[in-house]
């Protein structure tokens, strides 16, 4: 009864992610962090399915294989919400473990834009907390995942003072 009320309580602050189940995968856009005057929205281009669980956190549901690009505007803006390449973090998930032995199974890039109205401030995987990316302005960088499973953890605005173990 205590774990059921505590994992409970984890999930409606959005603190927690559901436990990772062989080939499911999913992306959590999380910008909690960013000023509140500007209403901000996120698109993953290609997600089949998304659900909020608290204000400014968005998680997608993604299938195996996927390629597409996460990006962050201005709620309600057309298109990019803006004329300019916004910075955008690709997420390819294949379909069989690729390029050696153990071999990676997912793939993150935030590449550098100019029209983004907030930056990311980290992306990890929720199946290893202790492997984050920071990237710095203008910077492209990629974060891998040898696990068949899981979900990538995309912070924009800053990140939690602890994010702790996840599921």
């Not at 509140?36 to 998680?59: F, K, M, R």
């Not at 983004?116 to 990629?142: F, G, H, L, Y």
Request: include cysteine; aromatic fraction near 8%.
């Amino acid at each position: 009864m205590f774990s059921s009320v505590f994992l409970t309580a984890l999930v409606a602050a959005g603190s927690a992610h559901a436990a990772v189940s062989q080939g499911s995968w999913g992306v959590r856009a999380d910008f909690s962090r960013c000023d509140s005057t500007t209403a901000l929205e996120v698109v993953l281009e290609g997600a089949t399915g998304q659900s909020s669980p608290s204000a400014n956190i968005t998680d997608f549901d993604i299938a195996s294989p996927f390629d597409g690009r996460l990006i962050i505007k201005v709620a309600g803006a057309v298109g990019y919400g803006s004329p300019y390449p916004p910075q955008q973090v690709g997420v390819e998930i294949f379909a069989e473990a690729t390029g050696g032995d153990p071999g990676v199974w997912g793939n993150a890039t935030v590449t550098p834009g100019t029209g983004q109205p907030v930056s990311v401030a980290q992306i990890s995987w929720n199946t290893r907390n202790d492997i984050t990316v920071e990237p710095a302005e203008n910077e492209e960088v990629s974060l891998e995942t040898i696990f068949d499973g899981g979900s990538l953890v995309v912070y924009y605005c800053g990140v939690p003072e602890t994010t702790g173990p996840s599921a």
